[in-house]
Nanobody
Framework: VQLVESGGGLVQAGGSLRLSCAAS????????MDWYRQAPGKQREKVAT???????NYADSVKGRFTISRDNAKNTVYLQMNSLKPEDTAVYYCHAKLVTGTSVSWGQGTQVTVSS
């Protein structure tokens, strides 16, 4: 499955962005989806997960500010990011996996830059 992210950009601290990740397959609905991010010089970290059933989980650093959602009819997963901070600056990647946790595919990433 191919994943294509969009929606990144430059925003001031306190602002919002919505990232989208479009999948190429109509069986998208069976996958659990993650959003990861990687800042310069840091390891890639998981930001949020949504299961095929719609359950969600978030990293402590983004709880209450970010919301992951999915639209299976559009084969798309979203990450709504509010109250952005400079430390949210990173390349954001979406990731598809099976219910077993087996990785299926990664997107190419989209840059998010938050200015102070």
């Amino acid at each position: 499955v191919q994943l294509v992210e969009s929606g990144g950009g430059l925003v001031q601290a306190g602002g919002s962005l919505r990232l989208s990740c479009a999948a190429s397959e109509t069986i998208f609905s069976i996958y659990a989806m993650d959003w990861y991010r990687q800042a310069p010089g840091k390891q890639r970290e998981k930001v949020a997960t949504i299961t095929s059933g719609g359950s969600t989980n978030y990293a402590d650093s983004v709880k209450g500010r970010f919301t992951i959602s999915r639209d299976n009819a559009k084969n798309t997963v979203y990450l709504q990011m509010n109250s952005l901070k400079p430390e949210d600056t990173a390349v954001y990647y979406c990731h598809a996996k099976l219910v077993t946790g087996t990785s299926v595919s990664w997107g190419q990433g989209t840059q998010v830059t938050v200015s102070s």
